[in-house]
């Protein structure tokens, strides 16, 4: 399936990007057709306090859609490897990262094996990230703008991860709009350390 049958518009994700530079307004944000596989590689090896991802996720493997880098032709882009970016990718980096959120859909999803599940989340661990948000489903578009704007607010307020979670999740069930089904919220989880970005 080439890279433009797979990808769908997602509005709220450049949103959601936008949002978190106003909670954290020392952040770069890359957007939408900014975010190629170059762009982001380059990104994730600077060493940042947080990496944040908002895009498709692989429901088979949890890879992520990234923007393939800018052609010539009006062809479309066929190979897989222009526009995912892979847990062999994120391995051979070296992120220096104290917080990795990925907000796609599948992104916690890998191969089982008997040392655990071998997916993006392992992977941005072992390539040196402490933390890592990661989501087990699909999730919603605009949800998911609610849910981590909250989730930002508290981590800058200077609670750790697993509280901004955890406060996130429960600011969301007491809304008890359309959104408080543990459908929204509860296909994220953390792996790793419990860290602070303060």
């Known amino acids: 399936m080439s890279f433009h049958e797979r ?3 997602l509005p709220a994700a450049s949103k ?8 954290l307004p020392d952040v770069t944000c890359l957007i939408e057709y900014q975010a190629t596989k170059n762009a982001v590689m380059q990104s994730l090896e600077k060493g940042v306090g947080v990496i944040h991802i908002a895009s498709h996720g692989d429901s088979q493997t ?9 052609r010539m032709d009006k062809h479309d882009i066929d190979e897989k490897e222009e526009y995912l970016l892979t847990m062999k990718e994120i391995s051979s980096c070296q992120i220096n990262a104290s917080l990795v959120v990925l907000s796609c859909c599948h992104s916690g999803r890998g191969q089982i094996r008997a040392e655990g599940v071998m997916g993006l989340a392992r992977a941005f661990l072992a390539a040196g990230a402490r933390s890592v948000l ?3 489903w699909t999730i919603g578009d ?5 849910l981590m704007e909250r989730f930002y607010r508290h981590l800058a307020s200077g609670l750790s991860t697993s509280a901004s ?6 600011d969301t069930i007491s809304m008890n709009d359309k959104y408080s089904h543990p459908y929204y919220w509860g296909a994220f989880v953390l792996v790793g350390d419990d860290v602070t970005i303060r």
């Open 7 to 9: 990808f769908a518009n």
């Open 16 to 23: 959601e990007a936008i949002k978190i530079r106003e909670i």
């Open 134 to 136: 990661a989501t087990l």
């Open 62 to 70: 949890g890879e992520i859609l990234v923007a393939p880098e800018p």
């Open 165 to 170: 979670l955890k406060r996130t999740i429960r």
């Open 142 to 146: 605009n949800a998911t703008l609610e």
